[in-house]
């Protein structure tokens, strides 16, 4: 009888592997979910590497990036840390999880997330090259990712963040795979609804929620407290699981930034709902703006302190996730938050 159960619970669980496995293959063969596309032919040119001027006080940047992609890919992630590092002449860090480019690709989808959060914690503390502070920019999960870092790790004596900023991330998890609008969830809506049930069904089993990075974030309107319970990274970072399991921590030291900012694709379709990259939450019927959760309200992680200081930044960026110019990240990024004289570059 007990055989039978635990070949019953395996047989279920590889089944629902299978099927995030299916999800993700899928998203990176349609729409390249974290996957920085960058057109090199035009956009790095001689122009585009002119260093700005005044440059002085420029602070190194940590890179994570996103799911289907590596730390150093010259064809994405390598050509945006190319970029800074010609534009302002700073050190960057791109956050790599594996020993090898395709273990660190193979650890945005297979892992433990808060192992790697800790990972990362380490290493940043062992630069010498950022002991005076640095600034990060977090791509699809990384973004997501590197919050965990400033929540957790801004205290422990290593090198403090001061600007954070997010392309497309998913503070508040998905719900559906790439490609399902986000619908009420009252009534049958076809093949994602389905998936949506299907997914809910397994993220939260321990082995997917332990193994599958994209299952640590899922966050299932329909079992939000199976969620509150079971996954392992978000509601831990997001302090949901009540005041005893609150961590004051986190939203003293994310309220210690000096900016944090938020920036949505106008055309995402890739992060469902499109708008948890702004933090919005969709409860099964309608999206939650951020501004009306308890997480701003009541200020779980120092949102409200960072916006009442004018210090939280909602940006939109043009079209699909992570489908951007070097041109539009050199204008929109490094020129107006990783450099230290804004106002000087717009003259230039």
């Known amino acids: 009888m007990i055989y039978h159960q635990a070949e019953k619970m395996f047989c279920r669980e590889t089944f629902i592997l299978f099927l995030f496995g299916f999800a993700c293959t899928a998203a990176i063969r349609t729409l390249g979910p974290g996957q920085l596309k960058l057109d090199l032919d035009d956009g790095m040119t001689p122009e585009l590497l002119q260093p700005l001027n005044y440059v002085s006080g420029s602070l190194p940047v940590v890179l994570w990036h996103g799911m289907g992609d590596s730390c150093c ?173 609150r961590n004051p921590l986190y939203g003293n030291n994310l309220a210690s930034l000096e900016r944090l900012v938020l920036y949505r694709f106008s055309d995402d379709d890739t992060v469902v709902p499109r708008d948890s990259a702004w933090f919005s939450f969709f409860d099964g019927q309608r999206l939650v703006p951020l501004y009306d959760q308890p997480l701003y309200k009541e200020d779980w992680i120092g949102l409200r302190s960072l916006d009442e200081r004018g210090q939280l930044v909602l940006e939109e960026a043009p079209g699909a996730h992570m489908q951007f110019t070097l041109q539009w990240f050199a204008d929109n990024v490094i020129r107006k938050y990783l450099y230290p004289n804004p106002e000087v570059s717009e003259s230039q």
């Open 73 to 245: 890919s010259p064809f994405s992630i390598g050509a945006v840390a190319k970029l800074i590092e010609a534009k302002l002449g700073v050190f960057v860090h791109s956050v790599n999880t594996g020993s090898t480019e395709f273990s660190d690709v193979l650890s945005g989808f297979w892992g433990d997330v808060n192992d790697q959060v800790a990972l990362v914690c380490a290493q940043l503390r062992n630069l010498t090259q950022l002991k005076g502070g640095y600034n990060a920019v977090g791509f699809s999960q990384g973004g997501q990712f590197l919050r965990a870092v400033a929540e957790r790790c801004q205290h422990t004596g290593g090198p403090l963040m001061r600007t954070l900023v997010t392309m497309g991330a998913q503070h508040q998890g998905v719900m559906n795979v790439p490609g399902c609008r986000t619908l009420p969830l009252n009534s049958s809506h076809g093949a994602c609804y389905l998936m949506q049930k299907m997914l809910g069904e397994g993220a939260y089993l321990p082995y997917i929620r332990d193994h599958v990075v994209q299952a640590q974030y899922f966050k299932d309107p329909l079992r939000l407290s199976e969620y509150l319970v079971a996954n392992p990274f978000l509601p831990d970072i997001n302090n949901e699981r009540g005041p005893e399991g």
